[in-house]
């Protein structure tokens, strides 16, 4: 009976070990994501968890496994590259803060030019004034935080009281809309973090050790996201921005008085982290207007309370180069306007509709392509706004989406996004289990203790 017991248990932590194997794609690579980190993803407790903008994947793997999968291994190749090892250990990682502080004596030695350099990448990259754009290079370790014009951020939050239990329901969804935007403009800041390589000769004239200390540092930094779980990490990441609304200086006296233009302030410890800072904050001014006409003050103030949190910043960090990789897929990379003027328009739409179209971006490269064609070509013809142009004749969002499906030859599913359920064939007798293999045999076992299926479990152990 002890034996039995044993074997048991031993099948069962092989089943364990093969779920984990599926959840997050390893491949044949060593490196392992923080356990934590991994069993977050697993359980679906991270902020992204159950988000409804992520489409299924049609297999038992969620679609943030997926993401994280692929970024976790992009991760590592970055580092073995940019460090010339294939095996990483923690000692390289207790290098970092070295690395950086030699880093940052040789930045403030060129800081003018430096800073120069971040507007004019940025101002390019998003075609966007330089006068913008106020960046400030700091010493490593230096404290981060800007003027802050709130004079309320010290007053104690009043209890938030829904209107209604399923406005909250609604609300929910508006943190799930929220959490995608943080997340997506964090993706398109982490480009931040290597566009250094678009800027390599106005570096090297700089300094020629600048280029190969930023790859060594930027890749173990995002490293760090994947070996650290959030309640560790804190809030010091070496950088931060804030868009500030001030009066034009040369002002028209015909002018509205009260016009106020925006400028983006970041300070950060390093290069890279300027540059990141930057972008985030010209991804924070496209989205503005993310909860105009459909949350009322007290709601936006919850949502944002319950959305842009530290956990959610970090997983941001983590799954946002995914998603915006995925935009970006959807897009010519030079066509800025539309790439632009598609996500700023996203932001503004009521949750349920930004999930739907969300999923359409996330679930197919090559079909979500044909849309952002035929939305270009839309959006050419008249200036509407994104809902309008996909609401067209039809009375809602969902069906003018399926009509615009329709009209480039998607077949619209049921659930837009929704997990593929695979065929199940019908049986055809009983199979001979005598001529299968160990491993066949054990691939049966483990889907019969899936499905609980405990006698089918002892029939097969015999043939072990």
Request: proline residues 5%; hydrophobic residues 35%.
């Amino acid at each position: 009976m002890g034996k039995k017991i044993h074997r048991i248990d031993e099948i069962t932590q092989r089943i364990v070990n093969k779920h984990l194997r599926e959840a997050v794609k390893y491949d044949d690579d060593r490196h392992r994501m923080e356990p934590s980190i991994e069993r977050s993803l697993g359980q679906d407790t991270h902020p992204f968890g159950g988000s409804p903008s992520f489409p299924g994947t049609g297999s038992d793997q969620k679609y943030s496994e997926k993401l994280a999968s692929k970024r976790f291994k992009d991760i590592v190749n970055m580092v073995k590259r940019y460090h010339g090892v294939e095996n990483i250990d923690m000692g390289m990682m207790q290098q970092m803060m070295l690395i950086m502080q030699q880093v940052g004596d040789i930045e403030q030695t060129k800081k003018e030019q430096l800073e120069q350099l971040a507007i004019n990448i940025v101002s390019e990259e998003f075609d966007i004034p330089e006068d913008m754009l106020k960046p400030d290079l700091v010493p490593p370790m230096t404290p981060l935080d800007l003027d802050n014009d709130d004079d309320n951020d010290d007053e104690e939050e009043e209890e938030f009281k829904p209107k209604s239990a399923e406005r909250m329901k609604e609300l929910d969804s508006e943190v799930a809309k929220r959490n995608v935007i943080n997340a997506m403009m964090q993706g398109a800041s982490k480009k931040g973090h290597y566009i250094f390589h678009q800027v390599a000769d106005e570096l090297d004239r700089i300094d020629p050790r600048l280029m190969v200390l930023y790859g060594k540092l930027m890749s173990l930094a995002d490293f760090q996201y994947w070996l650290i779980p959030e309640s560790a990490m804190g809030s010091a990441i070496g950088g931060t921005e804030k868009i500030k609304w001030e009066k034009p200086e040369n002002e028209d006296e015909e002018e509205d008085e009260n016009q106020e233009e925006p400028t983006i302030e970041a300070k950060a410890w390093i290069f890279p982290l300027l540059v990141h800072e930057l972008i985030k904050g010209v991804m924070e001014l496209a989205a503005i207007g993310w909860a105009d006409g459909h949350l009322e003050p007290d709601e936006h103030q919850h949502v944002i309370s319950r959305a842009d949190t530290i956990p959610g910043e970090i997983w941001g960090m983590r799954l946002g180069p995914g998603m915006w990789e995925k935009f970006l897929e959807c897009i010519e990379d030079e066509d800025y306007k539309i790439k632009h003027w598609l996500f700023q328009q996203l932001t503004q739409l009521e949750a349920p509709k930004f999930h739907s179209f969300m999923k359409e971006i996330l679930s197919s490269t090559h079909e979500c392509k044909k849309v952002i064609d035929h939305l270009r070509e839309l959006h050419q013809q008249v200036e509407d706004s994104l809902e309008d142009i996909i609401t067209g004749d039809e009375d809602n969002f969902e069906d003018g989406l399926d009509d615009l499906l329709g009209d480039i030859g998607i077949a619209p599913s049921e659930e837009t996004g929704s997990e593929i359920t695979p065929s199940i064939p019908e049986p055809q007798g009983e199979p001979n289990y005598s001529e299968m293999s160990t491993r066949e045999i054990q691939g049966l076992i483990d889907d019969a203790l899936d499905a609980e299926d405990f006698d089918t479990v002892s029939k097969l152990h015999k043939y072990l």
